[in-house]
């Protein structure tokens, strides 16, 4: 009896490994809302006891530190309205945010995946760029009505358009294997011959191709990668965020409707306008 079910199982889950995209989707959906619900459950329940556990005086420290630059912020805000309002610029839009839980599955073949405990109940979209106060985290794949599923930068798929702080260099950036998951790391790939990039530059997204905003930190540069091949260059970075790391994130919902400062007797011209 034990061996006709070993050999079910194994059949099943080679029957379930070979189907296409779609209704391997479908069952990962029905296994995590059936069988893993109350594991997945538990498992968030522990992530957000942990944090609560945090020392009152580190929260107290963070939230003192925080004082300073929220002032300094509201001063340079209002000086940039001022300021945007005589040289008669439009108002930049702003981006939405959505205060999200981490949650790892802990299952084998899951190390670059996480699960967030808010879905499209709480305005999470597919493809959101999911950030902490480090840098860039990964981005949302797959979104429920009460999760999300995403993954982080050490995903095979991973792909994020970068550049310098000072746009002087710019590549695409995706994740490379090492030999064991905690020596995985990233590569920024196309940067021009002539843009030579030193240890220690700093690195964020471009903007390019309208899902990552621009100027969330990446990491930092840290060596050559390999030979140069033709007119680009090659270079290993360090990651802003260790994904094992992290608990608490923000996902990117989308932009907040700005307001358009008018011209004195007329609407803001075309010409003026603020690019993109």
Do not use: C, K
């Amino acid at each position: 009896m034990d061996l006709l079910v070993a050999v079910g199982l194994v059949l099943g889950s080679l029957i379930v490994l070979n189907l296409p995209p779609g209704p391997q989707r479908a069952m990962r959906h029905l296994l995590r809302e059936t069988v893993l619900g109350p594991f997945i459950e538990i498992n968030g329940a522990i992530a957000r006891t942990r944090e609560r556990a945090l020392g009152f005086d580190v929260l107290r420290t963070q939230m003192d530190s925080l004082v300073a630059p929220v002032a300094a912020h509201r001063t340079l805000a209002e000086e940039n309205r001022q300021l945007r309002n005589l040289l008669e610029l439009r108002d930049r839009r702003g981006r939405r945010a959505r205060a999200v839980t981490v949650i790892r599955v802990g299952t084998a073949g899951s190390e670059s995946a996480f699960h967030l405990d808010s879905g499209s109940d709480g305005g999470i979209g597919a493809f959101g760029a999911v950030v902490t106060e480090g840098g860039l985290l990964g981005q949302v794949q797959e979104v429920f009505s009460r999760y999300s599923v995403g993954y982080d930068w050490s995903h095979r798929d991973f792909r994020v358009a970068a550049m310098t702080p000072d746009a002087r260099a710019h590549g695409l950036v995706e994740a490379v294997r090492g030999g064991f998951r905690e020596q995985d790391r990233l590569v920024i790939r196309g940067t021009a011959y002539l843009s030579d990039l030193s240890p220690g530059d700093e690195l964020v997204t471009s903007g390019r191709g309208g899902t990552f905003p621009r100027g969330i930190r990446i990491g930092w540069i840290a060596g050559p990668a390999d030979a140069s091949v033709g007119w680009s260059r090659s270079y290993y970075v360090e990651p802003a965020v260790h994904p094992g790391a992290v608990t608490h994130a923000v996902v990117y919902t989308g932009s907040e409707t700005g307001a358009t400062v008018p011209r004195a007797g007329g609407a803001l011209p075309p010409e003026r306008a603020d690019p993109p």
